[in-house]
């Protein structure tokens, strides 16, 4: 049986979890409760203070100020030997001289059990390595070296297993898989994942719950599909995906906002709107826009929001094509379209609508700015074609 099946595991607390270098707050009061048994992601850029989080629970790093709890067991000044924690890094830091079997046996022989046999088996099929019990660390792929850590860190059945950037040395298409795979063991065993992660599609993939940090805070926490639906300020709407985001302001209120922007009208649900004041900026996935020829404008349904423009770059992806329209007021926005029809594609210079339901609108305080998210590199790309 997988270790973790059949035994109780604990919720993991942080509460006013504080670190900070000098005068600078790298984690800044962070009070989160992570569920037992669940697959937790903190997203964020670097610099952000996750990783900085996962070393205090780990142990690794003395928090300034707070306590991690893990269940009613405050181990702030537990040693990291002393908790019920393991750590998975990106350089899996397996023992070269010893083969898959012992490295995944060496945390319960250092405990002094003798009998592993049964134990490293199960961890060993658990992470579908068996075959490759007795090769040395140097002749697995990467993918496998990272099976072989996860397996090592799950014998000592922790309470937690915290992964940092697990996945960041594998290539995209094994990372793709490893993300599968490590959704499917954690699943098995119940243990309490937190992943620390930069890569947006990697927590949206695997995780229970998303964090998005943001210089030492959360910004937003929830299931990955209602933060990206709605996402609750413009840092998470930038840096989870992309959006587009139209600065204006609430001409009409009621169950149904009326926004103005640039002299046109676009409409969202009232409780999709978090700006508290008149000014908001109107904001909508590229994925649910329609882009048609402006001739066929009548296909679109009249409640419809809908911006006119003219095409300044087409590139198709396969799966879909990536639109770049160019707006009156010298705006881009950008549309997704699935590749549904063969050659049903707009071309450079073509004057379209772009079209969307309002319940896929969503309002945002326009206090951070509206390139609060963006990488750096992005809005220097932006600076120059504007220049």
Request: net charge negative; proline share 4%; aromatic share 6%.
């Amino acid at each position: 049986m997988p270790a973790g099946v059949g035994r109780t595991v604990e919720d993991l607390r942080l509460v006013n979890l504080t670190k900070q270098f000098g005068v600078s707050k790298a984690v800044d009061d962070l009070s989160i409760t992570i569920s037992a048994g669940s697959f937790f992601a903190l997203l964020g850029a670097s610099g952000c203070g996750k990783t900085t989080t996962l070393r205090m629970v780990a142990g690794l790093e003395d928090p300034t100020s707070g306590q991690v709890f893990i269940g009613e067991q405050d181990v702030t000044d537990l040693r990291a030997f002393q908790r019920p924690v393991n750590t998975v890094f990106q350089s899996y830091a397996l023992f070269p001289h010893l083969d898959i079997f012992e490295n995944v046996a060496f945390g319960l022989r250092r405990r002094g059990i003798k009998d592993v046999d049964a134990q490293v088996n199960t961890m060993l099929d658990l992470v579908e390595l068996s075959a490759l019990a007795r090769r040395k660390p140097s002749q697995l792929s990467g993918g496998q070296q990272q099976r072989v850590a996860v397996a090592r860190a799950l014998i000592n059945q922790p309470d937690v297993l915290l992964l940092d950037e697990p996945l960041g040395a594998l290539d995209l298409k094994l990372r793709r898989q490893m993300q599968i795979e490590l959704k499917r063991i954690q699943s098995e065993v119940g243990t309490t994942f937190v992943h620390v992660t930069h890569d947006q599609e990697e927590a949206m993939t695997m995780a229970d719950t998303v964090a998005v940090m943001n210089a030492g805070r959360i910004e937003q926490m929830g299931h990955p599909a209602d933060v990206y639906e709605m996402p609750r300020t413009i840092f998470v709407a930038n840096f989870l995906g992309q959006s587009n985001l139209i600065q204006g302001t609430l001409a009409s209120f009621g169950d149904v906002v009326e926004v103005a922007a640039f002299g046109l009208s676009f409409k969202m649900p009232s409780q999709r709107n978090v700006a508290p004041g008149h000014s908001v900026v109107v904001g909508v996935r590229p994925e649910k826009i329609t882009v048609l020829d402006a001739h066929d404008e009548t296909k679109l349904p009249s409640t419809h929001n809908r911006i006119y423009g003219t095409v300044t770059d087409v590139s198709y992806t396969g799966v879909s094509t990536q639109y770049l329209v160019e707006t009156p007021w010298e705006q881009s926005i950008i549309a997704f379209e699935q590749n549904s029809i063969v050659g049903d594609r707009c071309e450079l210079g073509d004057p379209v609508v772009l079209g969307w339901a309002p319940e896929h609108t969503f309002g945002l305080d326009p206090a951070e700015g509206i390139h609060a998210g963006l990488d750096r590199a992005v809005l220097e790309l932006e600076s120059d074609t504007e220049a």
